[in-house]
Every structure is written in C-alpha cells, then in structure tokens.
T-cell receptor
C-alpha cells in the first residue's frame, strides 16, 4: 500500500500555543486527504476533508478557526491546532485517498498541558 | 445515530482457530466496504475490501463476506495468529461520496497462544 507519513509523531505543548502537524503522501499524489481524531478506546472521527488547492470541508461540530487545514500541494496537508487547550489532547491521524482505499499515517499524539 | 456498528468491543480466540469479526450498517447507500487493522499509537493499516457487487473476497488468511440484504459485513481470519492481535475497524464508503469513510467503533481481537 501507499506510504503516508506524519510529523511529529508526538508533541507536548502548553495551553494557548499552536501546534502544526504535517501529513505527507510519499509515493503518490493525493488530491484528497482526511484528518481524523481518535480518543482512547473510541473510533476514528473524521474532522475534515482536505482538498488540494481549495478550502477544507469540516465535519459538523469541528471549529474551522481552531483546526486550520492547508493542502498546498498534492503530497502535503497540514493541520494546525490553534490556541490549544487540554481538551484538544488526542491522537490525530491523517489519510491520503487512493482510488478506493485510504492510506493512513502513523498518527500524532498531542498532549496539551 | 450510528450508521456503522461493531457490537463486539472485544474478542478472544485461540491460536489456529477462526476469528470472526462483525460489522452492521444501516445505510443502503454504502457501496464499498473495507477492513482496517490498528495497533496502539499507530495509524490503521488496510487489510481487505469488497465492493457491493460481490458477496465474498478472499486474500490469504483473510476473507470478507458481505450480506447486503442483512446489511452485514464480516471478516474471517483463519488460522488466527498471535500477531493478528489488534483493533479491527470496518469502514464503509457511501456511493458518490468524495471517498469519505465511515468507521465502526472497532473490535479488539486477542489471539491467545
């Protein structure tokens, strides 16, 4: 399957700071990428759909001003958690859309103190 | 309202035996069905998929069955191996969507040596 990387793999930050997470599709061009969030022992919850060259589409209940998504190229999408608070602590996972499957990155563990 | 349900949060199976993971859905508009495997603190890994025009797809030890009339999807692993221990998610894609997936809540499979 395709390779998708995420950076950083984990990050600890202070409340009120912003954190940027990168998602890269390493071996194919992805016009569409997705950002998910997973709480412990729960399913993956889709946050937003990132489309190259256009604005992201956010799921209901996800604040677009808090979770900024940029998909500037066919191989890179970034998620910036702005003014992070402890309740934003979670496991964030991106995926790149293939023809039928999605290929997932390894995830980023965010801890906000 | 959950469109995709995995009613068993956990399953334990003896090594060498068959593991059967189940997934039920309510929306008839799903046309592509996938199974992902996930280890802790990692992104999901694609396992096997099936389109709505088929009722069975086999790949090595993994077989996916689709019963459209019952809106039921299952994954069979035989023989089960200790390395199969992980969380398994079913993921469904509605027809005509931008390749978005709706995930079940996951089943923790433990294969006992």
């Amino acid at each position: 399957g395709a390779v998708v990387s995420q950076h950083p793999s984990w990050v600890i930050c202070k409340s009120g700071t912003s954190v940027k997470i990168e998602c890269r599709s390493l071996d194919f061009q992805a016009t569409t990428m997705f950002w998910y969030r997973q709480f412990p022992k729960q399913s993956l919850m889709l946050m937003a759909t990132s489309n190259e060259g256009s604005k992201a589409t956010y799921e209901q209940g996800v604040e677009k001003d808090k979770f900024l998504i940029n998909h500037a190229s066919l191989t890179l999408s970034t998620l910036t958690v702005t003014s992070a608070h402890p309740e934003d602590s979670s496991f964030y996972i991106c995926s790149a859309a293939g023809y039928n499957e999605q290929f997932f990155g390894p995830g980023t563990r965010l801890t906000v103190l | 309202d959950q469109q995709v349900k995995q009613n068993s949060p956990s399953l334990s199976v003896q090594e060498g035996r068959i593991s059967i993971l189940n997934c039920d859905y309510t929306n008839s508009m799903f046309d592509y069905f996938l199974w992902y495997k996930k280890y802790p603190a990692e992104g999901p890994t694609f396992l096997i998929s099936i389109s709505s025009i088929k009722d069975k797809n086999e790949d090595g030890r993994f077989t996916v069955f689709l019963n459209k009339s019952a809106k039921h999807l299952s994954l069979h692993i035989v023989p089960s191996q200790p390395g199969d221990s992980a969380v398994y998610f079913c993921a469904l894609r509605p027809s005509g969507s931008a390749r978005q997936l709706t995930f079940g809540s996951g089943t923790q499979l433990t294969v006992l040596p």
